[in-house]
Protein backbone atom coordinates (compact mmCIF):
# COMPACT_ATOMS: atom_id res chain seq x y z
CA UNK A 1 0.00 0.00 0.00
CA UNK A 2 1.28 2.95 -1.01
CA UNK A 3 1.36 6.02 1.69
CA UNK A 4 1.80 9.74 1.80
CA UNK A 5 3.02 12.09 4.85
CA UNK A 6 2.09 14.96 6.11
CA UNK A 7 3.63 18.13 7.04
CA UNK A 8 3.77 18.70 10.51
CA UNK A 9 0.26 19.92 12.24
CA UNK A 10 -1.32 19.50 9.05
CA UNK A 11 -3.00 16.42 10.80
CA UNK A 12 -5.99 18.24 12.30
CA UNK A 13 -8.36 18.43 9.98
CA UNK A 14 -8.10 14.80 9.48
CA UNK A 15 -8.30 14.12 13.48
CA UNK A 16 -11.87 16.34 12.66
CA UNK A 17 -12.66 13.19 10.22
CA UNK A 18 -12.74 16.23 7.52
CA UNK A 19 -12.12 14.27 4.16
CA UNK A 20 -10.17 16.77 2.14
CA UNK A 21 -6.41 16.69 2.01
CA UNK A 22 -4.59 19.53 0.02
CA UNK A 23 -1.64 19.38 -2.01
CA UNK A 24 -0.12 22.04 0.48
CA UNK A 25 -0.56 19.77 3.32
CA UNK A 26 1.53 17.24 1.93
CA UNK A 27 5.33 16.37 2.52
CA UNK A 28 5.72 13.45 0.05
CA UNK A 29 4.30 10.34 -1.41
CA UNK A 30 1.80 9.72 -4.20
CA UNK A 31 0.31 7.33 -6.12
CA UNK A 32 -1.50 6.60 -9.59
CA UNK A 33 -5.33 8.15 -9.76
CA UNK A 34 -7.66 7.26 -7.85
CA UNK A 35 -5.29 4.77 -6.17
CA UNK A 36 -5.68 4.05 -2.31
CA UNK A 37 -3.33 5.64 -0.01
CA UNK A 38 -2.65 5.04 4.19
CA UNK A 39 -2.37 8.86 5.36
CA UNK A 40 0.19 9.28 7.88
CA UNK A 41 0.85 12.50 10.20
CA UNK A 42 4.37 13.82 10.38
CA UNK A 43 5.21 11.84 13.16
CA UNK A 44 4.27 8.05 10.88
CA UNK A 45 0.64 8.22 12.98
CA UNK A 46 -2.26 6.46 10.72
CA UNK A 47 -4.79 9.05 9.83
CA UNK A 48 -6.83 7.85 7.05
CA UNK A 49 -7.12 5.34 4.06
CA UNK A 50 -7.74 8.04 0.94
CA UNK A 51 -8.33 8.11 -3.39
CA UNK A 52 -5.18 9.90 -4.70
CA UNK A 53 -5.49 13.04 -7.10
CA UNK A 54 -2.51 13.45 -8.75
CA UNK A 55 -3.51 16.71 -10.42
CA UNK A 56 -5.95 18.36 -8.06
CA UNK A 57 -5.08 20.97 -5.33
CA UNK A 58 -7.45 18.10 -2.75
CA UNK A 59 -4.76 15.55 -3.28
CA UNK A 60 -6.24 12.98 -1.93
CA UNK A 61 -10.47 12.20 -0.33
CA UNK A 62 -10.73 10.23 2.57
CA UNK A 63 -12.49 7.06 2.80
CA UNK A 64 -12.08 5.57 6.21
CA UNK A 65 -10.62 6.72 9.37
CA UNK A 66 -10.13 3.19 10.63
CA UNK A 67 -6.89 1.43 10.27
CA UNK A 68 -8.38 -2.13 9.64
CA UNK A 69 -10.89 -1.29 6.92
CA UNK A 70 -10.16 -2.49 3.59
CA UNK A 71 -10.91 -0.46 1.12
CA UNK A 72 -12.63 -2.71 -1.57
CA UNK A 73 -16.09 -3.79 -3.21
CA UNK A 74 -18.04 -4.81 0.26
CA UNK A 75 -16.99 -1.43 1.23
CA UNK A 76 -18.25 0.90 -1.45
CA UNK A 77 -21.16 -1.50 -1.51
CA UNK A 78 -21.70 -1.00 2.38
CA UNK A 79 -21.82 2.82 2.09
CA UNK A 80 -24.41 2.71 -0.99
CA UNK A 81 -26.59 0.63 1.13
CA UNK A 82 -26.33 2.89 3.90
CA UNK A 83 -27.04 6.10 2.15
CA UNK A 84 -29.97 4.95 0.00
CA UNK A 85 -31.84 3.53 3.76
CA UNK A 86 -30.92 7.33 4.70
CA UNK A 87 -33.38 8.50 2.41
CA UNK A 88 -36.00 5.96 3.79
CA UNK A 89 -36.17 8.13 7.01
CA UNK A 90 -36.96 11.29 4.98
CA UNK A 91 -40.30 12.52 4.49
CA UNK A 92 -39.38 12.77 0.62
CA UNK A 93 -42.88 13.67 -1.51
CA UNK A 94 -41.24 13.22 -4.53
CA UNK A 95 -39.72 9.96 -7.19
CA UNK A 96 -37.05 12.24 -7.74
CA UNK A 97 -34.60 11.98 -5.10
CA UNK A 98 -30.75 12.04 -4.17
CA UNK A 99 -29.52 8.80 -2.83
CA UNK A 100 -25.74 9.61 -2.60
CA UNK A 101 -24.40 13.01 -1.87
CA UNK A 102 -20.59 12.95 -2.28
CA UNK A 103 -18.60 12.94 1.11
CA UNK A 104 -21.59 13.42 3.25
CA UNK A 105 -22.12 9.80 2.51
CA UNK A 106 -19.21 8.97 2.77
CA UNK A 107 -18.46 8.31 -1.29
CA UNK A 108 -16.35 12.00 -1.77
CA UNK A 109 -16.85 13.13 -5.79
CA UNK A 110 -19.66 10.62 -6.22
CA UNK A 111 -23.31 12.02 -7.05
CA UNK A 112 -26.45 9.80 -7.63
CA UNK A 113 -30.16 11.30 -8.52
CA UNK A 114 -33.12 8.72 -8.64
CA UNK A 115 -35.99 9.83 -11.20
CA UNK A 116 -38.46 7.11 -10.87
CA UNK A 117 -36.70 4.07 -11.92
CA UNK A 118 -33.99 5.47 -13.56
CA UNK A 119 -30.19 6.27 -12.08
CA UNK A 120 -28.10 9.17 -12.87
CA UNK A 121 -24.54 9.28 -11.84
CA UNK A 122 -21.68 12.12 -11.33
CA UNK A 123 -18.40 10.77 -10.96
CA UNK A 124 -15.99 13.94 -10.34
CA UNK A 125 -13.29 12.23 -8.60
CA UNK A 126 -10.46 10.08 -9.28
CA UNK A 127 -11.47 7.75 -6.85
CA UNK A 128 -14.86 6.65 -7.41
CA UNK A 129 -14.12 6.80 -11.31
CA UNK A 130 -11.27 3.64 -10.67
CA UNK A 131 -13.87 2.35 -8.98
CA UNK A 132 -17.04 2.94 -11.36
CA UNK A 133 -17.53 -0.55 -12.25
CA UNK A 134 -18.08 -1.76 -8.88
CA UNK A 135 -19.92 1.32 -7.88
CA UNK A 136 -22.83 0.79 -10.97
CA UNK A 137 -22.92 -2.82 -9.66
CA UNK A 138 -23.67 -1.60 -6.12
CA UNK A 139 -26.12 0.84 -7.18
CA UNK A 140 -28.16 -1.69 -8.99
CA UNK A 141 -28.32 -4.38 -6.91
CA UNK A 142 -28.75 -2.01 -3.85
CA UNK A 143 -32.20 -0.45 -5.74
CA UNK A 144 -33.54 -2.74 -7.68
CA UNK A 145 -33.47 -0.81 -10.75
CA UNK A 146 -31.74 -1.84 -14.13
CA UNK A 147 -30.96 2.07 -15.54
CA UNK A 148 -28.16 3.54 -14.67
CA UNK A 149 -27.04 7.40 -17.28
CA UNK A 150 -23.45 9.06 -16.43
CA UNK A 151 -23.76 12.32 -16.46
CA UNK A 152 -19.82 12.95 -15.82
CA UNK A 153 -19.57 16.49 -17.07
CA UNK A 154 -19.09 18.51 -14.46
CA UNK A 155 -16.17 21.33 -14.33
CA UNK A 156 -14.69 19.11 -11.07
CA UNK A 157 -13.36 16.70 -13.47
CA UNK A 158 -11.31 18.67 -15.39
CA UNK A 159 -9.59 19.57 -11.99
CA UNK A 160 -9.18 16.00 -11.32
CA UNK A 161 -7.37 15.75 -14.35
CA UNK A 162 -10.45 13.19 -16.22
CA UNK A 163 -11.99 13.88 -19.26
CA UNK A 164 -16.08 13.75 -19.69
CA UNK A 165 -18.04 11.09 -19.84
CA UNK A 166 -21.89 10.66 -20.47
CA UNK A 167 -24.29 8.30 -21.40
CA UNK A 168 -25.89 4.96 -20.34
CA UNK A 169 -23.60 2.83 -18.02
CA UNK A 170 -26.31 -0.10 -17.63
CA UNK A 171 -29.27 -0.20 -19.87
CA UNK A 172 -30.64 1.95 -21.88
CA UNK A 173 -33.80 3.62 -23.09
CA UNK A 174 -35.24 7.34 -23.57
CA UNK A 175 -33.55 10.09 -21.64
CA UNK A 176 -36.91 12.12 -21.15
CA UNK A 177 -38.49 11.32 -17.97
CA UNK A 178 -41.01 12.42 -15.71
CA UNK A 179 -41.15 13.03 -12.16
CA UNK A 180 -43.83 13.44 -9.45
CA UNK A 181 -42.98 16.48 -7.04
CA UNK A 182 -45.59 16.83 -4.39
CA UNK A 183 -48.87 17.21 -5.92
CA UNK A 184 -47.81 18.26 -9.42
CA UNK A 185 -45.61 16.58 -12.63
CA UNK A 186 -42.65 17.88 -14.15
CA UNK A 187 -40.21 16.35 -16.92
CA UNK A 188 -36.57 16.83 -17.87
CA UNK A 189 -33.88 15.49 -19.82
CA UNK A 190 -31.20 13.19 -18.02
CA UNK A 191 -29.03 13.93 -21.16
CA UNK A 192 -29.50 17.69 -21.67
CA UNK A 193 -30.87 19.32 -18.52
CA UNK A 194 -28.63 20.69 -15.98
CA UNK A 195 -26.41 18.96 -13.05
CA UNK A 196 -28.16 15.43 -13.43
CA UNK A 197 -31.40 16.85 -15.69
CA UNK A 198 -33.41 18.63 -12.68
CA UNK A 199 -32.33 20.50 -9.44
CA UNK A 200 -33.94 18.28 -7.00
CA UNK A 201 -31.97 20.43 -4.11
CA UNK A 202 -34.39 22.67 -4.22
CA UNK A 203 -37.64 20.58 -3.86
CA UNK A 204 -38.95 21.57 -0.32
CA UNK A 205 -38.18 25.03 -1.09
CA UNK A 206 -40.41 24.52 -3.70
CA UNK A 207 -43.18 23.51 -1.77
CA UNK A 208 -42.63 26.21 1.12
CA UNK A 209 -43.06 28.88 -2.04
CA UNK A 210 -46.48 26.92 -3.07
CA UNK A 211 -47.50 27.71 1.05
CA UNK A 212 -46.66 31.15 1.05
CA UNK A 213 -48.74 31.91 -2.08
CA UNK A 214 -51.54 30.20 -0.72
CA UNK A 215 -51.80 31.70 2.46
CA UNK A 216 -50.46 35.17 1.22
CA UNK A 217 -52.70 35.17 -1.80
CA UNK A 218 -50.24 36.18 -4.20
CA UNK A 219 -51.27 38.52 -7.52
CA UNK A 220 -48.14 39.03 -9.04
CA UNK A 221 -44.76 36.50 -8.92
CA UNK A 222 -41.63 37.27 -10.51
CA UNK A 223 -39.30 34.03 -10.85
CA UNK A 224 -36.18 34.75 -11.70
CA UNK A 225 -33.64 32.10 -13.44
CA UNK A 226 -36.60 30.15 -13.63
CA UNK A 227 -35.13 27.47 -15.61
CA UNK A 228 -38.06 24.52 -16.33
CA UNK A 229 -40.19 26.56 -14.16
CA UNK A 230 -40.47 24.41 -10.72
CA UNK A 231 -40.88 27.50 -8.90
CA UNK A 232 -43.63 28.80 -11.77
CA UNK A 233 -45.47 25.63 -10.85
CA UNK A 234 -44.92 25.67 -7.51
CA UNK A 235 -46.70 29.30 -6.96
CA UNK A 236 -49.46 28.43 -9.76
CA UNK A 237 -50.59 25.08 -7.59
CA UNK A 238 -50.45 27.67 -4.77
CA UNK A 239 -53.22 30.02 -6.33
CA UNK A 240 -50.72 32.89 -7.71
CA UNK A 241 -52.79 34.59 -9.88
CA UNK A 242 -50.27 35.30 -12.73
CA UNK A 243 -46.49 34.47 -12.42
CA UNK A 244 -43.63 36.50 -14.60
CA UNK A 245 -40.91 33.78 -15.58
CA UNK A 246 -37.36 35.31 -16.61
CA UNK A 247 -34.58 32.83 -18.07
CA UNK A 248 -31.57 33.28 -20.75
CA UNK A 249 -32.16 29.16 -22.30
CA UNK A 250 -35.06 29.24 -24.73
CA UNK A 251 -35.53 25.09 -24.64
CA UNK A 252 -35.64 25.77 -20.60
CA UNK A 253 -38.33 28.42 -21.43
CA UNK A 254 -40.03 25.74 -23.43
CA UNK A 255 -39.99 23.07 -20.89
CA UNK A 256 -41.42 25.48 -17.88
CA UNK A 257 -44.27 26.26 -20.67
CA UNK A 258 -45.41 22.61 -21.15
CA UNK A 259 -44.84 22.14 -17.05
CA UNK A 260 -47.91 24.97 -17.00
CA UNK A 261 -49.84 23.35 -19.57
CA UNK A 262 -48.96 19.57 -17.88
CA UNK A 263 -50.60 20.60 -14.51
CA UNK A 264 -53.30 21.82 -16.13
CA UNK A 265 -52.98 25.71 -15.70
CA UNK A 266 -54.27 28.42 -17.49
CA UNK A 267 -51.71 29.68 -20.12
CA UNK A 268 -52.76 33.16 -19.25
CA UNK A 269 -51.77 32.57 -16.04
CA UNK A 270 -48.12 32.47 -16.67
CA UNK A 271 -45.76 35.13 -18.96
CA UNK A 272 -42.26 33.74 -20.22
CA UNK A 273 -39.24 35.84 -21.05
CA UNK A 274 -36.16 34.91 -22.78
CA UNK A 275 -33.93 37.44 -21.54
CA UNK A 276 -30.79 38.53 -19.11
CA UNK A 277 -32.52 39.04 -15.40
CA UNK A 278 -30.41 41.49 -14.54
CA UNK A 279 -31.56 43.91 -17.50
CA UNK A 280 -34.80 42.93 -16.85
CA UNK A 281 -35.08 44.10 -13.30
CA UNK A 282 -34.06 47.27 -14.37
CA UNK A 283 -36.09 47.62 -17.26
CA UNK A 284 -39.53 46.49 -15.01
CA UNK A 285 -38.44 49.31 -12.24
CA UNK A 286 -38.46 52.02 -15.08
CA UNK A 287 -41.55 50.69 -16.53
CA UNK A 288 -43.14 50.89 -12.72
CA UNK A 289 -43.83 47.74 -12.29
CA UNK A 290 -44.00 45.60 -9.11
CA UNK A 291 -44.56 42.32 -8.18
CA UNK A 292 -45.89 40.94 -4.23
CA UNK A 293 -43.66 37.68 -4.36
CA UNK A 294 -39.93 37.56 -6.12
CA UNK A 295 -38.04 34.24 -6.41
CA UNK A 296 -34.23 35.00 -6.90
CA UNK A 297 -32.38 31.54 -7.81
CA UNK A 298 -29.48 32.49 -9.78
CA UNK A 299 -26.40 29.95 -10.90
CA UNK A 300 -23.67 29.41 -9.12
CA UNK A 301 -21.58 32.73 -8.95
CA UNK A 302 -18.83 31.72 -6.65
CA UNK A 303 -17.68 28.12 -7.46
CA UNK A 304 -15.16 28.22 -4.64
CA UNK A 305 -14.14 31.35 -1.94
CA UNK A 306 -11.74 32.52 -4.19
CA UNK A 307 -14.51 33.77 -6.48
CA UNK A 308 -16.63 35.24 -3.30
CA UNK A 309 -15.42 39.17 -3.68
CA UNK A 310 -17.00 39.24 -7.11
CA UNK A 311 -20.06 36.79 -6.78
CA UNK A 312 -21.06 38.99 -4.08
CA UNK A 313 -21.25 42.10 -6.20
CA UNK A 314 -23.69 40.12 -8.40
CA UNK A 315 -26.02 38.60 -5.51
CA UNK A 316 -25.96 42.17 -4.22
CA UNK A 317 -26.88 44.13 -7.15
CA UNK A 318 -29.45 41.83 -8.01
CA UNK A 319 -30.96 41.74 -4.72
CA UNK A 320 -30.86 45.34 -4.46
CA UNK A 321 -33.40 45.46 -7.69
CA UNK A 322 -35.35 43.06 -6.40
CA UNK A 323 -36.14 45.35 -3.61
CA UNK A 324 -36.67 48.09 -5.40
CA UNK A 325 -39.36 45.72 -7.32
CA UNK A 326 -41.12 44.47 -4.61
CA UNK A 327 -44.33 45.53 -3.18
CA UNK A 328 -44.33 46.83 0.79
CA UNK A 329 -45.36 43.60 2.40
CA UNK A 330 -44.26 41.34 -0.24
CA UNK A 331 -41.75 38.25 -0.16
CA UNK A 332 -38.81 37.56 -1.71
CA UNK A 333 -37.25 34.20 -1.96
CA UNK A 334 -33.50 34.51 -2.27
CA UNK A 335 -30.80 31.64 -2.71
CA UNK A 336 -27.08 31.51 -3.20
CA UNK A 337 -25.69 27.38 -4.23
CA UNK A 338 -22.03 28.90 -4.25
CA UNK A 339 -19.93 26.91 -2.28
CA UNK A 340 -17.65 30.18 -2.36
CA UNK A 341 -20.56 32.09 -0.32
CA UNK A 342 -21.21 31.60 3.49
CA UNK A 343 -24.81 31.53 4.71
CA UNK A 344 -23.32 34.31 6.63
CA UNK A 345 -22.10 36.14 4.11
CA UNK A 346 -25.31 35.96 1.75
CA UNK A 347 -27.10 37.16 4.87
CA UNK A 348 -24.65 40.13 4.79
CA UNK A 349 -24.94 40.77 1.11
CA UNK A 350 -28.75 40.89 1.39
CA UNK A 351 -28.44 42.61 4.38
CA UNK A 352 -26.49 45.40 2.24
CA UNK A 353 -28.86 45.06 -0.59
CA UNK A 354 -31.71 46.19 1.46
CA UNK A 355 -29.87 49.15 2.62
CA UNK A 356 -28.91 50.35 -0.98
CA UNK A 357 -32.08 49.85 -2.00
CA UNK A 358 -33.34 52.05 1.01
CA UNK A 359 -35.92 49.22 2.61
CA UNK A 360 -36.35 47.39 5.23
CA UNK A 361 -36.77 43.76 5.43
CA UNK A 362 -37.58 41.03 8.41
CA UNK A 363 -36.06 37.76 7.66
CA UNK A 364 -39.06 35.35 8.34
CA UNK A 365 -37.29 32.08 7.23
CA UNK A 366 -34.06 30.27 6.70
CA UNK A 367 -33.99 27.76 3.78
CA UNK A 368 -31.39 24.89 2.59
CA UNK A 369 -31.42 22.07 0.45
CA UNK A 370 -33.90 19.16 0.76
CA UNK A 371 -32.85 16.68 3.72
CA UNK A 372 -31.46 14.29 0.37
CA UNK A 373 -28.73 16.36 0.03
CA UNK A 374 -27.13 16.10 3.50
CA UNK A 375 -24.80 18.51 5.08
CA UNK A 376 -22.68 16.61 7.97
CA UNK A 377 -21.26 17.83 11.10
CA UNK A 378 -17.61 16.45 9.59
CA UNK A 379 -18.11 18.31 6.10
CA UNK A 380 -19.95 21.68 6.25
CA UNK A 381 -18.96 22.50 3.20
CA UNK A 382 -22.20 20.27 2.27
CA UNK A 383 -23.98 23.30 2.92
CA UNK A 384 -23.60 25.50 -0.90
CA UNK A 385 -27.27 25.69 -0.86
CA UNK A 386 -28.83 28.80 1.07
CA UNK A 387 -31.72 30.72 1.07
CA UNK A 388 -33.55 33.69 2.95
CA UNK A 389 -36.90 34.42 2.86
CA UNK A 390 -37.10 38.31 3.29
CA UNK A 391 -40.78 40.48 3.76
CA UNK A 392 -40.19 44.00 2.74
CA UNK A 393 -41.36 46.12 5.52
CA UNK A 394 -44.80 47.55 5.07
CA UNK A 395 -44.89 51.54 4.54
Known amino acids: MKTIRLKEGKERSLLRRHPWIFDSAVARGGADAGETVRVESHAG ?4 WAAFSPTSRIRARAWSFDE ?39 LPGLIVD ?59 GPTELGIR ?47 TGGFTVAAL ?6 VTS ?12 AHVALNGFEAARADFL ?24 PPKFAPTAAHAERAARAYKDINRLAFKLLEPGGELFTYSCSGGISADLFHKIVASAGIDAGVEGCISERLQGAPDHPMTVHFPEGEYLKGLVVVKKPL
Open 45 to 48: DFLA
Open 114 to 172: RYSDTLVAQFTSCGVERWKGVIADALLRTTGLSRLYERSDASARTLEGLPEATGWLRGD
Open 274 to 297: DADVNASLRAFIEAGRSFDAIVLD
Open 246 to 257: IDSSAPALTRAR
Open 68 to 106: QQRIDAAFLGTLIERAVRTRELFDIRSDGLRLIHGESDG
Open 181 to 227: EHDWRLTLDIATGHKTGFYLDQRDSRARFAAHARHRGFQRVLNCYCY
Open 237 to 242: AGGAAH
